[in-house]
């Protein structure tokens, strides 16, 4: 196992039920730490470019309307084996297959507006942080 760095999203569902600080404590909980926050709300360009690998599909436009539909909170989250752990943490995409005390099945009811993004290869995750966050916004731990 190794640190990892990994790129998630609180979505406008989960951001519009008020539920941004109960997510960072999970992260928190699972040893995944926060190297770099903000609140964006995503242009259709911006949208559309993050999730470019499923245009083409029948829910490419529904998911650009929804992640463009209100804020969302966009992070860097930090810690051994990230990428696995944070999508341990998050729960299958359908919240109705979703595992017992995962954030999916916890947050969210719908496939289509699933409470959380997070990358699914240390490729991605790379592609992602540097799609929303400069090298400076980035705040390694110091202590
Ligand atoms: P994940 O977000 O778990 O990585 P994905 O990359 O396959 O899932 O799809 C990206 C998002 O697209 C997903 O979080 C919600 C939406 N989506 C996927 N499959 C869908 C479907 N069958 N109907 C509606 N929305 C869907
Ligand atoms: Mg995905």
New binding site residues.
């Given amino acids: 196992m190794a640190i990892q760095r990994t790129f998630s999203i609180i979505k406008p569902d989960a951001v519009a039920k008020n539920l941004i600080g109960a997510i960072y404590s999970r992260f928190e909980s699972a040893g995944l730490t926060i190297l770099a926050s903000k609140m964006i709300h995503m242009s259709q360009e911006q949208a559309e470019g993050f999730?470019a690998e499923?245009k083409g599909k029948p829910?490419f436009d529904?998911?650009v309307a929804f992640m463009t539909s209100g804020p969302v909170m966009v992070q860097v989250l930090e810690g051994e084996n990230a990428v696995l752990a944070n999508r341990e943490i998050m729960g299958s995409?359908n919240p109705a297959d979703a595992a017992r005390g995962t954030i999916r099945a916890d947050y969210a009811t719908e496939?289509?507006e699933?409470a959380v993004?997070g990358s699914?290869a240390t490729e991605s995750a790379a592609r992602e942080i540097a799609y929303f966050f400069t090298d400076d916004e980035v705040c390694p731990r110091t202590r």
């Fill in positions: 999730y499923h829910f529904g998911l995409t496939v289509s699933n993004h699914d």
